[in-house]
């Protein structure tokens, strides 16, 4: 059976092919505004989270201003995504965190952004990767589907499907398979009806191949 870093390499080498620049579909100006967004992504479609950021980075563009709010103003600005309450507990937290302890400036490691009050190994690394170019491979809902799916891991949390993926998969390409495995996941293998049929990796899939 073909082995996991070549299978990686096929697909990887095939999505590039069809988009060689992949590019994360949330917008932002700076690392804090990305933070931001990752966070309210959480249960929420990434278009509804740029309508919502629309309004309240013209308002609130930095951590500062972030902090000058109550939880309650920002849940009131965030209403329109999953979870706002909690959110907006998580991100108050988190601009104060920033402006006491990092000179508002986001954080550059791994354990320090994990540190940040409801930011995850995933979130981290989604900042890492896309805000400072730092090599890290993000695991999210749709990544995991599409990695244990194809073949890429075998694996029962998004965690070990990481660390599975990283040595699969060389550093320089971490950022890029993490967009590529999103994009795929969110257009062509969706969780509930894959379009195998149609789909550009049908032929290194292991699920396809099996089912
Ligand atoms: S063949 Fe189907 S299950 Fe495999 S990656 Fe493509 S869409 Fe997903």
Redesign the pocket.
């Known amino acids: 059976m073909i082995k996991r870093k070549e299978r990686a390499n096929a697909v990887l080498t095939e999505l590039a092919r069809l988009n060689p620049q992949p590019q994360t579909e949330l917008n932002f100006e700076t690392p804090w505004q990305l933070l931001v967004a990752v966070v309210l992504s959480a249960q929420s479609t990434d278009k509804q989270v740029n309508k919502v950021t629309t309004l309240l980075f013209a308002k609130y563009p930095t951590p500062e201003s972030m902090a000058s709010l109550t939880p309650d103003e920002l849940a009131e600005e965030i209403r329109n995504v999953g979870l706002f309450r909690t959110k907006s507990k998580h991100l108050v937290a988190t601009a104060n965190a920033l402006v006491n302890e990092y000179n508002g400036n986001v954080p550059q490691s791994l354990a320090q952004l994990e540190s940040l009050p409801g930011v995850g190994r995933k979130t981290a690394n989604v900042v890492l990767s896309t805000a400072f170019d730092i090599p890290a491979l993000a695991v999210d809902t749709h990544v995991f589907r ?1 990695a244990n ?2 073949g890429l891991a075998k694996a029962k949390t998004p965690e070990e499907t990481e660390r599975q993926l990283v040595k699969a998969i060389p550093k320089k390409l971490w950022s890029k398979a993490h967009h590529w495995l999103i994009l ?1 996941g969110r257009y ?3 969780a509930r009806k ?3 049929p149609a ?4 032929s290194y ?4 191949h099996t089912k």
Do not use: D, F, S
């Not at 789909?199 to 049908?202: E, G, I, S, T």
């Not at 899939?205 to 396809?208: F, G, I, N, V």
């Open positions: 599409v799916r194809l795929h062509t293998c969706t894959p379009k195998c789909c550009p990796v049908n899939c292991l699920h396809y």
